[in-house]
């Protein structure tokens, strides 16, 4: 391949590269010494080409990517550990992580889930199957409409990874607010052939955390007025 010339079986849309600013910084970061630049070029693609918001990568590429990724950081828990970071201000930006954690409340956040996933991942599906104050139910499955057989045993083999960082992404939105991180429970199901993996959600809504400070506050001071006029 000539330089400065990709392989277009590497950059078919099934993935926006925004999606790998997390794992491009968390390396960069957390293991200096992991030349992240040489992956991206032995996986087919410059790390420039990655750092491009418009830009697009095939589920090969991705199973390329992090295979090398793997091999180089012995980390089992790297996936979601990656996942979380990736509610960062350095990866999301100034402008999303300020509109994110300081105007929308997490249950706009969450609810808005399966549009946001829908403009970053043509491979995977994201749906609301229920919800309620502070959880929320989603159903998370493979799209492999337009895939080839190659293409889609790759995909299915790579689901796994792709909860277990969609696991650590979700349950560090909260923390983003300086609330708990989220609980997260998940059961793979069949469903009409295809393995799906539904995910319950359950976190601390903002409402609820200042309640419960308030009763605290006043439970606090109640007893210190107790004690006062028991002195008396």
Partial sequence: MRPGIADTNLTK??????????????LQ????????????????LDIKYLLGEDNWVSIVFEAMLMKKISEAVEDKDL??????????????????????????????????????TSLLNKVMRVEIQGKEKGKILLRISPILDDLSDAESRIL????????????????????????????????????????????EVTYASENTVYLKFLNLFFIFFGCVGWCILSLF
């Fill in 156 to 199: 299915l083999e790579r689901m796994p990874e792709f909860i277990e960082n969609t696991i650590g992404y979700y349950a560090a939105l909260p923390t983003e607010k300086k609330l708990p991180p989220a609980n997260i429970e998940t059961q793979q199901m069949e469903v009409d052939g295809i393995s799906c993996y539904y995910m």
């Fill in 79 to 116: 996936v979601r550990r990656v996942g979380a970071f990736g509610v960062k201000k350095e990866v999301v930006g100034n402008a999303i992580h300020f509109l994110a954690y300081k105007i929308l409340s997490l249950d706009t956040l969450y609810e808005n889930l399966p549009f946001v």
């Fill in 13 to 26: 849309q099934h993935l926006k590269c925004v999606i790998f600013r997390s794992y491009i910084f968390y």
């Fill in 29 to 44: 970061k957390h293991y200096p010494h992991v030349d992240i630049d040489r992956i991206c070029r032995e996986s087919g």
